[in-house]
């Protein structure tokens, strides 16, 4: 079946430590997006990728890096730098048609501490 | 970027329809009205989308304004499973004339169904 994977579903860390959250699709997409969800809150988008090897930032980019060596994936990095990484973490992805639909993943639900 | 207003909440009987509301009064001609909606502790699920006509699919009806201002989901016979967040976006074509997934969400409409 086609769809997009984000692994793992839960992650904890400590505090001060770089964690890399997976983001795996085979739907052949060529536009890959990461999303922060925080409590009773709508989604903000941290980075959006449209093809291998480029990548823009979004509206929360700051504390976060990505990179886009496989149309396939798009990891994303919380660095130290982010204050407040606690929240959950949707990747999606979208073809490039005009006005196609996003795929999400299930999302992951980092706790630092 | 335009933004939408959405109701906060609604309520709902199972198998009764839903209306689902949204105002986007800055709307441009080249947006797109997009609804996903999001079950708890899942990535959202996409519902319908439309430019100007009416839309319907084996989801949902979307019916936009003649003047494309607001418009309304349509949940034809809710049921349990409905009882979701939902998300009505507006999505921008780029220059070349395509859109990606790039959605601004905002923070939706909180819809309970009751048995």
């Known amino acids: 079946d086609g769809g997009i994977t984000q692994s793992p579903k839960y992650l904890f860390r400590k505090e001060g430590q770089n964690v890399t959250l997976s983001c795996e699709q085979n739907l052949n997409h060529d536009a890959m997006y990461w999303y922060r969800q925080d409590p009773g809150q709508g989604l903000r988008l941290i980075y959006y990728s449209q093809i291998v090897n480029d990548f823009q930032k979004g509206d929360i980019a700051e504390g976060y890096s990505v990179s886009r060596e496989k149309k396939e994936s798009f990891p994303l990095t919380v660095t130290s730098a982010q204050k407040n990484p606690t929240a959950f973490y949707l990747c999606?992805?979208?073809?490039?048609?005009?006005?196609?639909?996003?795929?999400f993943g299930q999302g992951t639900r980092l706790t630092v501490v | 970027d335009a933004k939408t207003t959405q109701p906060n909440s609604m309520e709902s009987n199972e198998e009764e329809p839903v209306h689902l509301p949204c105002n986007h009064s800055t709307i441009s001609g080249t947006d797109y009205i997009h609804w996903y909606r999001q079950l708890p502790s899942q990535g959202p699920e996409y519902v319908i989308h439309?430019?100007?006509s009416n839309v319907n699919n084996r989801m949902a009806s979307l019916a936009i304004a003649e003047d494309r201002k607001s418009s309304t989901l349509i949940l034809h016979r809710a049921t349990l499973r409905d009882a979701a967040v939902y998300y009505c976006i507006l999505s921008l074509l780029n220059a070349g004339g395509t859109s990606y997934g790039k959605l601004t969400f905002g923070q939706g409409t909180i819809l309970t169904v009751h048995p």
């Open positions: 439309g430019l100007t």
């Open positions: 999606a992805s979208s073809t490039r048609g005009e006005n196609t639909e996003a795929f």
